[in-house]
C-alpha cells in the first residue's frame, strides 16, 4: 500500500492525475491486508473466550444442582 500511495504522489507531481485517480479507486477497493499472524492471534482469542464461556457455564450448571 505504501508503494502504491508513493506511486500516486509520483503521478500527481507529473500531472497524470487520470492515472493516480485509478491507482487510488485500486487502492480503495482492495481487501484490507491482514497478517497470517494476526489471523492466527484473533483465532487463539477467539477460542480462548469460547472457552472460558464455556467453563462459566459448566461452573453454573454446577452449581444449579
Known amino acids: 500500500m505504501r508503494d502504491l500511495s508513493a506511486s500516486v ?3 500527481r507531481a507529473r500531472g497524470d492525475h487520470p492515472l493516480a485517480d485509478q491507482v487510488e479507486y485500486f487502492m480503495h477497493g482492495m481487501p ?4 497470517e499472524r494476526r489471523k492466527l492471534q484473533r483465532m487463539l482469542t477467539e477460542q ?3 472457552r472460558r464461556q464455556d467453563r462459566d457455564q459448566d461452573r453454573k450448571k454446577g452449581s444449579s444442582k
Open 32 to 35: 484490507s491486508v491482514d497478517s
Open 9 to 11: 504522489a509520483k503521478l
Open 48 to 50: 480462548r473466550e469460547n
